[in-house]
């Protein structure tokens, strides 16, 4: 009996069918609220977790097995694709870099002495880069397309300027020095054999290691 007339005397203390409205709504705004933080929780990304630590398990365990009976596919990368991968932007920036090399006075065209002296040494080290890397048409094809443009570009009365023609001058080194060494080793039985192919341009290295090295 007094239970029954405490629940008469407060209607809406149980939530029963007289509970205040306001009780009802506090409930639903307090789980929407809820609802929403764990809306708002950021998702676990378990494709790129999953995926980092298996790379992270192949590459540092997987590495050495993956290397057992695969030397050939590791000199492929290093003697060709590798090759390509490197010089192929490295001598097209070097041509992008000339094409703005170019100056409407003439009396701009012209060398200091300082960069005369770097001329020898510069064609000397892209003579080693192309024939020890192999890449003598890659350096063909971005010489004549230097001697293009500025056949070009002569015509609208435009010149090189000093950075231009040391540039052009340490190619032009390079190309005298590799036909130098292939007209030296052009009768060479060995280096012969070993470079079969139509453009003979033999590598130092394999020079050194037969006729050098072997000797001693």
């Not at 050939?72 to 000339?98: A, K, N, R």
């Not at 192309?130 to 015509?155: D, N, S």
Request: aromatic share 20%.
């Amino acid at each position: 009996m007094e239970a029954a007339a405490r629940r008469r005397q407060h209607p809406g203390a149980a939530g029963g069918p007289g509970a205040q409205p306001g009780a009802s709504f506090l409930q639903a705004r307090h789980s929407s609220v809820k609802t929403d933080e764990a809306a708002s929780t950021a998702p676990f990304h378990l494709d790129l977790w999953f995926y980092f630590t298996l790379q992270n398990w192949i590459l540092d365990f997987g590495r050495p097995i993956a290397m057992i009976d695969s030397f050939e596919l590791l000199y492929y990368y290093d003697e060709y694709l590798g090759h390509s991968m490197w010089y192929i932007p490295f001598f097209l920036i070097l041509f992008m870099y000339f094409s703005g090399c170019f100056t409407p006075t003439k009396a701009e065209s012209a060398m200091p002495g300082a960069a005369l002296l770097l001329v020898a040494p510069s064609g000397l080290y892209y003579w080693y880069l192309v024939t020890e890397g192999q890449i003598f048409i890659l350096f063909i094809f971005t010489f004549f397309a230097m001697l293009a443009l500025v056949l070009h570009q002569k015509r609208k009365r435009l010149f090189l300027d000093s950075n231009g023609l040391f540039l052009f001058y340490s190619f032009a080194v390079t190309l005298l020095l590799v036909a130098l060494w292939v007209a030296w080793l052009w009768n060479d039985p060995v280096l012969r054999k070993k470079y079969p192919g139509v453009i003979y341009v033999p590598e130092p290295w394999a020079f050194y290691t037969l006729h050098v090295s072997s000797q001693h």
